[in-house]
Structures are given as structure tokens and as C-alpha cells.
């Protein structure tokens, strides 16, 4: 098959290196020039764990190539995945489809034949149906069907998750255009992965959902935790608990400092949205996405008393900066919120990340950047882990006591024991422990 990506971002580039090395011939489209000039030398604009290889193997193999040029990359394709970014559009929290919308535009002048247009792009419902619109205004004669194929990848484990999904979701009532995409997914089929059909509103639809329960699942944990702390109950039992039920399932019921990244914050916003418009109230959505914005910054304060309830003049060392492990994203990551309510407070930051620092000097501002885990804790007068890195899971305790000036732990992912840390001579303090 002939596959076209047009973006080729996260998901753009993952699942067009991915369907290369299924056999298709696949072309990444993309307007910035200088990320293509960057694919083209071999250089990945975003870190995600072997995906530099990917691509590097199947460019070499003549399955993968990469252009700016719409048109020449959309001619002939079978299948053309929508792939560019939905941000939150400033001002209202609806997503922002301009991009989908202008790259439906070119797409229609640009096809030849009978040819599949797929949302890949996580968009509200109803979005397919103005994309065909728009198709079949900018090209009358243009044979084309629009389905819905949302993606579900985890940033960290993507190439993972694309070949080995638990499920594939496709929406669209057209005969042609189903087939085709049975086809394009028949390595996976092979698999025995599942290819759930459905409507095209139904598939828009259960991306939203799903994101938007997964995010219930981390929140509901999390403020179990906070009634953990109170009562004296350990959050993690709690959670091996009820995540031994196979009806609630363990994943996602990690206690923390809130969700994070491209997905979760923007897409249960804007599934509340759609529903304003359509007059459905999702109220337990709501109540999340209130609380996970609360949530942030109380991790910060929880910092800030575990120091002795004033930071002001002193030296915090924060291990950890994006918003989970296995990635450069920084996008709404707790730690923003985390360190800059420890920056109002009068706190000096020292942090590292293994990946995240170059983003991370987009978003945040007075931090000092360190070269590894155990430089940023040198003087420093606590020590905080915001993101669970493996690197940071077996950090040599006695070291770290001996560079603190203060021996303070405070462990926002439950990596470490308590007493274990209490034994090494620390003052300990975890979420819901």
C-alpha cells in the first residue's frame, strides 16, 4: 500500500515509521522545512525510545521518505493520514482544527484516484464530517472517503504500542474505504490484533473517552491518597487493592503530582466542550480536570512543608522535569507547576533531566541546569523526584545524604520506601503514604 502522512510530529513520524516497517511505501509530508531537512539527515526532532532506528531502517530500506511537498506526496496514495497537531485553541479550550482543515484543503487538490482520507489527529465529533465538506468543496470531482482512525500511543512506549495494540479503531461507513483500511492494518490483523469497526462519530468519540477515563482513573487515585495521608493508610496498598480487581485493573492507579503532556490535559478540555455544545454535561470530567489543575501547584506547597513551611533564601534540587519518563515533552508537565510555586515561595532551583532540559528552558525561567542527578542535590537544602526516571530509582543514598546540606526526600512518585529512605537518616515524605 501507499501511504501518506501529513504532519509528521509525534504521531506522524511514529506511525509512518512503524507502517514502513510493515512493507508500505510511506511518505512523511510536513510544512517546516527544516524538520524534514533534519529526517532527511537522519536526525529524530523528538526523543522516543528506538525510533531513531526505525527510521533510520526503513530510509535505508526505500519505505520511508520525507517531503514538504503536499501534492507530490499525496499523489497516488491509497490511504492519506491527517496527522498535524489539535493544540487547545487559546481562549475558549476548544481544539483548534485549523491545521486539520487547511490540510483537508490541499489534500483534495492533490489526490489521484480513489484514495482514503484517515483523521489520525485526535479531533471532536463531527470533524470528519466538515473535512469531507471542505474535500468536497475545494474538489467536486475528487473520489475520496473520510474515516475515523484514532491513535492511542503512549509517549515512551509508541512504537510498542503501535505494533502491538490492544485495539484498532476505525470508523467510516464506506465499503471501499473500510477495506482499504483493513489492508493497511493487515500486518497487525495478522497479529490477532483486534480492528474494532464502527461509525465515524463513534471512533471520534472513543478517543476522548478514552483519554478522559483514563485521567478519572489517575485523579480518583490521587486524591484517595490525600485521604490516605489523613487517616494513615498507605496509598500503593490501597491500589494493589482494588487493582487486583480485574474489573478496575492496576493501571493508572499511581498516586502522583497529576497528569501531564499533550493528550490528557487538552483532551478531556475538549471533550467538555463538545459537550457545552451538545448540551450533555460530563460532570465527572469536569470535576477532574478541576482537580488535576489544583492539584500541581499543591505539590509544590506539599514541598515547601516538608522543608519546614518556609523555602524562601533556600536550595531546592528537582530530579525529573517532563511530564513522564521516555520523553523530551514538557508539555503541561507537573514539574512547571511544582517549581515555579517553589520560585514564588523565594525557593532557588537546581534540576536535571535526562532528556528534558532543552524543552524545559522554553517553559521555565531562573532554574540552574545540572549535568546529572547527583550535581543538582550539591548544597541544596531538600531533594524532589517529579518524574520517575530509572535513573533516579537507585540513587546511592549515603552519597546523597552527603551532598544535601539538609537530609529531605520528598518522593512525588513513590519510588523509594520509606523505610528504607528513614533508615539512610532521611526525613522522608511521599503522596498518600
Not at 254 to 276: E, I, N, R, V
Request: aromatic share 6%.
Amino acid at each position: 500500500m501507499k501511504v501518506t502522512m501529513i504532519g509528521s510530529g509525534y504521531v506522524g513520524l511514529v506511525s509512518g515509521a512503524c507502517f514502513a516497517d510493515f512493507g508500505h511505501d510511506v511518505v512523511c509530508v510536513d510544512k517546516d522545512a527544516t524538520k524534514i531537512d533534519a529526517l532527511r539527515a537522519g536526525r529524530i526532532p523528538i526523543f522516543e525510545p528506538g525510533l531513531d532506528q526505525l527510521v533510520a531502517s526503513n530510509v535505508a530500506a526505500g519505505r520511508l521518505s520525507f517531503t514538504t511537498d503536499v501534492t507530490a506526496g499525496v499523489a497516488g496514495a491509497d490511504a492519506v493520514f491527517i496527522a498535524v497537531g489539535t493544540p487547545s485553541r487559546r481562549g475558549d479550550g476548544h481544539a483548534d482544527l485549523s491545521y486539520v482543515y487547511a490540510a483537508a484543503a490541499e489534500i483534495a487538490q492533490a489526490i489521484t484516484g480513489f484514495t482514503v482520507i484517515v483523521d489520525k489527529s485526535t479531533v471532536p465529533v463531527g470533524t470528519g464530517d466538515e473535512v469531507e465538506r471542505i474535500m468536497r468543496e475545494a474538489n467536486p470531482h475528487a473520489e475520496f472517503a473520510v474515516v475515523s482512525n484514532p491513535e492511542f500511543l503512549r509517549e515512551g512506549a509508541a512504537i510498542d504500542d503501535f505494533k502491538r495494540p490492544d485495539r484498532i479503531v476505525i470508523g467510516g461507513d464506506d465499503p471501499r474505504a473500510m477495506e482499504v483500511m483493513r489492508q493497511v492494518y493487515r500486518p497487525l490483523y495478522l497479529n490477532r490484533s483486534p480492528i474494532v469497526e464502527m461509525s465515524r462519530r463513534g471512533a471520534e468519540l472513543t478517543k476522548y473517552a478514552a483519554n478522559a477515563f483514563l485521567a478519572v482513573k489517575i485523579t480518583f487515585i490521587n486524591e484517595i491518597a490525600d485521604l490516605c495521608e489523613k487517616v494513615g493508610a498507605d496509598v500503593q496498598e490501597v491500589a494493589r487493592g482494588i487493582g487486583l480487581d480485574n474489573r478496575i485493573g492496576a493501571k493508572f492507579l499511581h498516586a502522583g503530582p497529576g497528569y501531564g503532556g499533550s493528550c490528557f490535559p487538552k483532551d478531556t478540555l475538549a471533550l467538555l466542550k463538545t459537550s457545552q455544545d451538545y448540551d450533555a454535561p460530563q460532570r465527572i470530567v469536569e470535576a477532574v480536570v478541576a482537580v488535576n489543575d489544583t492539584r500541581k501547584r499543591a505539590m509544590g506547597r506539599k514541598v515547601i512543608a516538608a522543608m519546614g513551611g518556609d523555602v524562601r533564601g533556600k536550595t531546592v534540587a528537582v530530579l525529573g522535569l517532563t511530564f513522564k519518563p521516555n520523553t523530551d515533552d514538557m508539555r503541561d508537565s507537573p514539574a512547571i507547576a511544582v517549581i515555579q510555586t517553589l520560585q514564588d515561595a523565594g525557593a532557588t532551583i537546581r534540576a536535571y533531566d535526562p532528556e528534558g532540559v532543552e524543552q524545559a528552558k522554553r517553559v521555565l525561567s531562573d532554574v540552574e541546569y545540572c549535568g546529572n542527578a547527583y550535581q543538582t542535590m550539591e548544597g541544596s537544602d531538600a531533594l524532589v523526584i517529579v518524574t520517575e526516571w530509572d535513573a533516579f530509582r537507585a540513587l546511592d543514598l549515603e552519597r546523597v545524604k552527603s551532598l544535601l546540606a539538609r537530609p529531605i526526600l520528598v518522593d512525588l512518585r513513590n519510588i523509594y520506601p520509606r523505610d528504607m529512605v528513614e533508615a539512610a537518616g532521611f526525613t522522608y515524605t511521599g503522596v498518600g503514604r
